[in-house]
T-cell receptor
């Protein structure tokens, strides 16, 4: 069974551009969370989606948006990219929403904004 | 002050040594996670704890809810254990994880 898959693995964008990152959860997992990890720091929570609805949002500007599709895959969109958006973007999937369930993480998408 | 603090910040050990990594948190939690991150970024979930102690192979994780503290122990350490070890907590019904900065462990042969 495939793990959590993220695409692309690496991406270089220019300031002001828009980017879309993709995540496919483990089969049967209905919850997807997105995290941003800048170099030398722990990941920071961006969004959580469960059953195609947004269930949590971190302290990120409106330039960040996400959605979850009927097959439970998810996209993270970032508009008007800034240099500070350069980071590793991690997706984690879980069976459910509550703390009873553990997480499985993808390998991440490394975004570089130049 | 960060909600999740880890110590020490960096750790170097000799192969075979017993290693302890600590995590303290300041909020009430419903679960605590220990995660391992290798160069390149992929994160592997090691343990999820809400009380007591768990063991998997050479790894042992403990949590003291009253003291808001958890430890990750590695017995008979090996160079392949070299990685960043991250503690993350989940609070109540809130579904998000709050992460510590992680500790970089290097095990020398």
């Amino acid at each position: 069974d495939a793990g959590v898959t993220q695409s692309p693995t690496h991406l270089i964008k220019t300031r002001g551009q828009q980017v879309t990152l993709r995540c496919s959860p483990i089969s049967g997992h209905k919850s997807v969370s997105w995290y941003q990890q800048v170099l030398g720091q722990g990941p920071q929570f961006i969004f959580q989606y469960y059953e195609k609805e947004e269930r949590g949002r971190g302290n990120f500007p409106d330039r960040f948006s996400a959605r979850q599709f009927p097959n439970y895959s998810s996209e993270l969109n970032v508009n008007a990219l800034l240099l500070g958006d350069s980071a590793l973007y991690l997706c984690a999937s879980s069976l459910g929403q509550t703390s009873n369930y553990g997480y499985t993480f993808g390998s991440g998408t490394r975004l570089t904004v130049v | 002050k960060n909600e999740v603090e880890q110590s020490p910040q960096n750790l170097t050990a000799q192969e075979g040594e017993f290693i302890t990594i600590n995590c303290s948190y300041s909020v009430g939690i419903s679960a605590l996670h220990w995660l391992q991150q290798h160069p390149g970024g992929g994160i592997v979930s090691l343990f999820m704890l809400s009380s007591g102690k768990k063991k998997h192979g050479r790894l042992i994780a403990t949590i003291n809810i009253q003291e808001k503290h958890s430890s990750l122990h590695i017995t008979a350490s090996h160079p392949r254990d070299s990685a960043v070890y991250i503690c993350a907590v989940r609070s109540g019904a809130n579904s998000k994880l709050t992460f510590g900065k992680g500790i970089t462990l290097s095990v020398r042969p």
